[in-house]
């Protein structure tokens, strides 16, 4: 983070949450962005046991995985948690929940596979002996000639810009990613510089979320023309208070504001970044907020809603922190505990 948006963002945040004077040093002497203690210190007090999160369906409860992979590389941005980061990887490597994820027997996917493979790196393990499972080679069964990663699965190929996306950044952190499959990406390119989110359509629609991933894979993979090409249209949908809306909807979001964020500060684009930054900040709540929601970073300026803030805020931190998922570590991360000063 450049120091004039540190700087910034401490200003930014300390007047949105409305926080007393006192919790101002405790923001800024951290070394990470501006806020993230805050965001992270609420994030890891929502995981279940201490090491996953749930999902909630026609109630059943499920793992979620995922989720908790958002956590895992938002604690890393942050360079926070790092206690709570370690036990969620640790449960992510039991074999039920691996083989729950990544699929059983015939089934693999490839979106799960490549998350996890990356949250494996982000935390400093071996991506080919994660949980005794070579999450590499199942990524590279998954490759096909055409330079696209498919699922294999009888419930049908789930595959997007997204689980494409994620394989690239997995394996240009460990070795380089195929060169059939970085240009397979680039081909999916629309006409007006974005990436869709579904590969082979009729229309090329370009999609914020999957170009924002997309433009990170392409940097990591040594692409940057390309992936400017991508960032030049995200620009574009950028709005006047910096955030960004999912494409289809017209309110910009934390979770596409967040994405969004990460991908010009991976690119060196410091102005996007920092507006991206500064929406983000308005959206987190603070003093006027129950105690129980203070940090967390609400989904939209529609305020806080318990069943889209852990998301939220996840991803949203992502844009905080200046780091690209192809240089994300969670070496040297400390375990801080924040808590706002609030006046009366």
Not at 101 to 125: F, H, N, Q
Request: glycine share 10%.
């Amino acid at each position: 983070m450049t120091r004039f948006r540190a700087r910034a963002t401490v200003f930014l945040l300390t007047a949105a949450l409305g926080c007393a004077a006192a919790a101002v040093p405790a923001l800024t002497a951290n070394a990470s962005a501006p806020g993230t203690p805050l965001a992270t210190g609420w994030l890891a007090a929502q995981l279940v046991q201490g090491n996953h999160f749930v999902s909630v369906y026609d109630k059943v409860t499920s793992p979620a995985q995922g989720e908790t992979i958002d956590a895992v590389l938002a604690f890393a941005a942050a360079k926070d948690q790092n206690a709570a980061g370690a036990k969620a990887i640790s449960w992510l490597k039991e074999p039920a929940v691996l083989s729950g994820y990544i699929g059983a027997g015939t089934e693999s996917y490839v979106g799960a596979t490549a998350k996890l493979a990356l949250a494996a790196e982000v935390r400093d393990y071996n991506p080919t002996h994660f949980g005794n499972v070579n999450l590499i080679a199942r990524l590279d069964k998954l490759l096909t000639k055409s330079g696209r990663y498919s699922d294999h699965s009888a419930y049908g190929d789930y595959s997007n810009a997204f689980s494409q996306a994620l394989a690239i950044i997995a394996l240009s952190r460990h070795g380089g990613a195929p060169a059939k499959a970085v240009s397979f990406l680039i081909s999916s390119e629309c006409k007006n510089g974005g990436y869709p989110l579904d590969f082979g359509q009729k229309k090329c629609v370009s999609d914020t979320d999957s170009t924002a991933m997309d433009a990170q894979a392409l940097l990591a993979a040594g692409q940057r023309t390309a992936a400017l090409r991508g960032l030049k249209w995200l620009a574009s949908r950028q709005q006047a208070n910096g955030g960004f809306a999912a494409t289809g909807a017209t309110s910009p979001n934390a979770n596409t504001t967040g994405l969004a964020g990460e991908a010009f500060a991976a690119a060196g684009q410091s102005h996007e970044a920092a507006l991206a930054a500064k929406f983000l900040t308005g959206l987190q709540l603070g003093c006027s907020a129950p105690s129980t929601e203070r940090g967390a970073l609400a989904y939209d300026k529609t305020g806080y809603n318990v069943s889209t803030a852990v998301d939220a805020t996840a991803q949203g931190i992502l844009g905080l922190a200046d780091v690209s998922l192809a240089k994300l570590s969670s070496l040297g991360s400390s375990n801080t505990t924040m808590k706002l000063v609030c006046a009366g």
